[in-house]
């Protein structure tokens, strides 16, 4: 029994750690997509192409899955995605890249309130005290780089927003729902919003190495969304949304190797608190055995 409480854990795990680095991955094509063509064009083709892999999987795969189940929470757990999606590459062009991410974790907060609220998924008092260790982290880490009175702070704040009640409406349905019924929804909800949106204000694509690079961020998209609906619908949402501490590292290293910005004290030293606390944080909940057997 504990050997396979192990390996269940062991699979939740790199479930989510995968989803979250390859999240990175699509965070980091788009922002670089977003400095040689239109910025609403590069989130049009991330939900387009996300779209088009669904179908081809649903045509070679043929599963059988109920689309009118949940119908109203997919459709608001789409909308919900494609606001994230929207304001988060929108802001991904007017902020630095890790802080974007220091501010996106404000996320995890959002989720915990709204599971113990409606879900009953209480943290422990330790849990509420390291995730406010880590919320102060992130303000620290923000404070000395971002504009925090400035207009443009309402981009990278949306996301997180979203995303957490994304994640809440995902594991509110987890016990029944499909994780392809779910992609499917985001994709098609997505491409449509994105399509009527840019259609009006096209701009040609002639480069073919700017159409590769559409394809694999809808790529990105899809198989980032798969694995973490996995992740949550396997175990406690707490837990798993706690794993985006990952996307720290991630985005920390590419910044400094594919974006040349330089390492900045203060932020290195916030994000080392955010991600201190947050192992701890997992290591505490986890002691509560929430993982489903």
């Not at 509420?128 to 923000?142: E, K, N, Q």
């Not at 706690?242 to 390492?263: A, D, E, K």
Request: hydrophobic content about 55%; proline content about 4%; aromatic content about 18%.
């Amino acid at each position: 029994m504990a050997q396979n409480k192990k390996t269940y854990l062991i699979k939740v795990i790199f479930l989510a750690i995968s989803g979250f680095f390859i999240l990175v991955c699509q965070d980091s094509t788009a922002k670089y997509l977003g400095t040689i063509m239109p910025i609403n064009q590069v989130i049009w083709g991330r939900f387009f192409f996300h779209f088009v892999i669904i179908l081809i999987l649903f045509v070679i795969l043929k599963p059988k899955i109920n689309l009118k189940n949940n119908f109203k929470f997919n459709i608001i757990r789409s909308i919900l995605m494609v606001f994230a999606t929207f304001f988060f590459i929108h802001s991904l062009q007017k902020f630095d890249l890790v802080d974007i991410y220091v501010v996106f974790f404000s996320a995890p907060l959002i989720v915990s309130i709204l599971t113990a609220l409606f879900l009953k998924d209480i943290l422990s008092p330790k849990g509420v005290i390291l995730m406010l260790l880590s919320f102060g982290c992130i303000i620290y880490s923000m404070s000395p780089s971002m504009k925090v009175l400035s207009l443009d702070l309402i981009f990278p704040l949306v996301p997180p927003v979203c995303w957490a009640l994304y994640q809440f409406f995902t594991k509110f349905i987890s016990d029944n729902n499909d994780p392809l019924a779910a992609l499917f929804y985001a994709a098609v909800v997505g491409a449509i919003v994105f399509t009527i949106y840019v259609i009006f204000d096209w701009t040609p694509i002639e480069n073919k190495n700017l159409w590769i690079g559409l394809i694999i961020l809808g790529l990105l998209g899809f198989t980032s969304h798969l694995l973490i609906i996995f992740a949550i619908q396997l175990s406690n949402l707490s837990f798993v949304t706690n794993f985006q501490y990952s996307q720290l590292i991630w985005s920390t290293i590419i910044n400094f190797y594919i974006f040349g910005v330089p390492f900045d004290f203060n932020k290195i030293a916030g994000v080392v608190g955010i991600i201190i606390f947050g192992i701890l944080f997992v290591h505490t909940e986890g002691k509560k055995n929430k993982i489903k057997n």
